[in-house]
């Protein structure tokens, strides 16, 4: 068993052991990838203020996102086709997000269905919706999410239209993968996940087939995204939405200070600052830098949560200390459930906690609730400065 101390050592596993075509759909972002990279490398550019002599004994991690207990403020953000990362992805991710004690978020585009997920664990998860077309399918998986004791939704506002991935029409992308000349050769490299996949019946869109109507070709996501989202989505249907749902419901995909004050007059429970990893306005700046102005304009009214360009615990804790009161890590579980399954994403939650802890311990600080500006140094114009 390999020495894991970081999530690039999952990544590396991951790069050997899961077929190169669903590799790529994570490992990607859209057109020249610009936001995408920029993700990372500006959470390079804040450094961290390094205190001394504070003590340091009794140190907490734990906190609130919505009003739910986690053990860190991160969550598992939704991911589409998790379950073709590793056989059964989405209940493995699922139950290491629980007895890790941190949320889940199950996908709208998810290989396991709602209610397989719901059977394999025992305690509430979130669902991330994208608006379909059809309102009958829209109403029916709010339903299903109910039903299942889903205790957030999470809508995503970002994502009514595809941003190209070059990469994933190359590849052919598809859920079960076609089984070409070059796929069969890849996978002649990549048993583990094959035998993995047999295993299993779950190997398709399983909130959607059976459940949607007049659906074309199902095993295309980005055909289905083309036929079947709704491209029309506004504030008034986000309202029909919130009205059907009842619950707690958190908007994902907002990068515009504009868009955040809507939000909030809105009376969302949270927003996430996000720009999809960079899998959708390729020229978009990189995340982290916009989580400070939408903080300042719209965080006394709004819980406001983070995602994008997370790999470290260290970045949890910049984003924390730039006012965010929960993050989300896409690509670092995903790294760890291709490299070892569930162990795999539990080993992911361990690192960033590990990291985060200890991170904060060298910053002088005890409660990841006391986390703020003055942990950090932000590089002049890293906010604003823009035209
Ligand atoms: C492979 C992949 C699939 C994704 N699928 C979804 C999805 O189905 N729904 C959604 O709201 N976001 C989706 N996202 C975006 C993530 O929820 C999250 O915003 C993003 O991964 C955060 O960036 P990070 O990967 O750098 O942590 C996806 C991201 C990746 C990498």
């Known amino acids: 068993m390999p ?7 999952l990544k590396r596993l991951y790069k050997r052991r ?13 057109w020249t990838e610009q936001t995408f990279r920029e993700n990372t490398t500006d959470f390079d550019k804040i450094r961290l203020r390094q205190r001394v002599a504070v003590d340091m004994t009794g140190r907490k991690t734990a906190g ?9 403020p991160v969550a598992l953000a939704p991911v589409g086709m998790t379950g073709m990362q590793s056989a059964d992805g989405e209940i493995k991710a699922a139950r ?3 007895a890790f004690g941190v ?15 719901a059977a394999h664990t025992t305690k509430p998860f979130w669902f991330q919706l994208y608006v379909m077309r059809d309102e009958e399918f829209v109403d029916g998986v709010l339903e299903r999410a109910k039903a299942a004791g889903c205790s957030a939704l999470v809508l995503t506002l970002d994502l009514q239209i595809l941003g190209q991935r070059h990469k994933d029409l190359k590849n052919g992308l598809s859920a079960p993968p076609k089984l070409t000349l070059p796929v069969m050769m890849d996978l002649a490299t990549k048993w583990r996940w094959g035998l993995q996949m047999l295993g299993t019946r779950r190997r398709q869109f399983g909130n959607i087939v059976g459940h949607a109507k007049g659906v074309g070709d199902m095993s295309s996501l980005m055909s289905w995204t083309a036929e079947q989202f709704d491209p029309q989505l506004d504030w008034s249907k986000i309202a029909r939405i919130r009205d059907k749902w009842g619950g707690k419901l958190i908007l994902k995909g907002i990068l515009d200070v504009e868009d955040a004050k809507m939000a909030a007059d809105f009376g969302a429970d949270a927003i996430i600052v996000s720009n999809h990893g960079g ?20 965080g006394d009214r709004v819980e406001v949560h983070f995602d994008s360009g997370i790999r470290s615990g260290q970045d949890v ?25 569930q162990a795999g994403v539990t080993r992911a939650l361990e690192v960033i906690h590990k990291e985060l802890d200890i991170t904060m311990a060298l910053c002088g600080e005890r409660d990841v609730a006391d986390l703020g500006r003055h942990n950090l140094l932000i590089p002049k ?7």
């Open 3 to 9: 020495v894991i101390t970081c999530i690039d050592d």
């Open 18 to 30: 899961v077929p190169k075509m669903f590799y790529d759909y994570a490992e990607t972002g859209s």
């Open 64 to 72: 609130r996102m919505i009003g739910q207990e986690v053990a860190m």
């Open 96 to 98: 290491a997000a629980e």
């Open 103 to 117: 949320p889940y978020t199950l996908s709208t585009m998810s290989i396991c269905s709602i209610e397989d997920v």
């Open 279 to 298: 899998r959708q306005l390729d020229g978009a700046v990189g995340a982290i830098r916009m989580l400070d102005p939408i903080v300042q304009a719209v």
């Open 317 to 341: 804790l910049k984003a924390l200390a730039l006012g965010a009161k929960g993050t989300y890590v896409g690509r670092a579980y995903i790294y760890g459930l291709g490299a070892m399954g």
């Open 381 to 387: 114009g890293f906010s604003d400065g823009w035209e």
